[in-house]
C-alpha cells in the first residue's frame, strides 16, 4: 500500500525564505533517487501563513521509514528544521483515491 507522510509545521518569524530554500535542497535530492519516493508537496496556510503542510507520497510507508531513519535524511533537514518553532508528523497508508487515471486504472467506476 501507498504510504502519505503530513508534515504539519509552524514557522518561526521571518524565516519562509529560509525554510523554502531549505526544503528545494531537500526536494532535489528526494526527486532525484530517494528509493520509494513519488512526490512532495509543500502548502501554506491563507489563513495563517506561518503555518505549512509538507505532504509526501511513497509507495510504501516502509520505504519513507527506512529513508527517515538514515543519517542522510538527518542531515538533509537539520537547516529547515531550523527554521520552525513545531512541527507534528502524521503516517498513513492509503487505502482508496480517486481521480480520472486511478479510476481507469483501479477498475472503479465513474461513480466512485
Known sequence: MKGR???HIHLKPDREADFLQAYESIRLE?????P??????????VDEPRDWLITSE????DAFLEWERTEEHRDLVKPMRE???DARSYKFVVRT?????RRVGAGLDESS
Open 5 to 7: 507522510v503530513v508534515f
Open 30 to 34: 528526494v526527486a532525484q533517487g530517494v
Open 36 to 45: 520509494g519516493h513519488i512526490l512532495d508537496q509543500v502548502c501554506q496556510s
Open 58 to 61: 511513497w509507495e510504501s510507508l
Open 83 to 85: 527554521c520552525w518553532d
Open 97 to 101: 483515491e480517486t481521480g480520472a487515471e
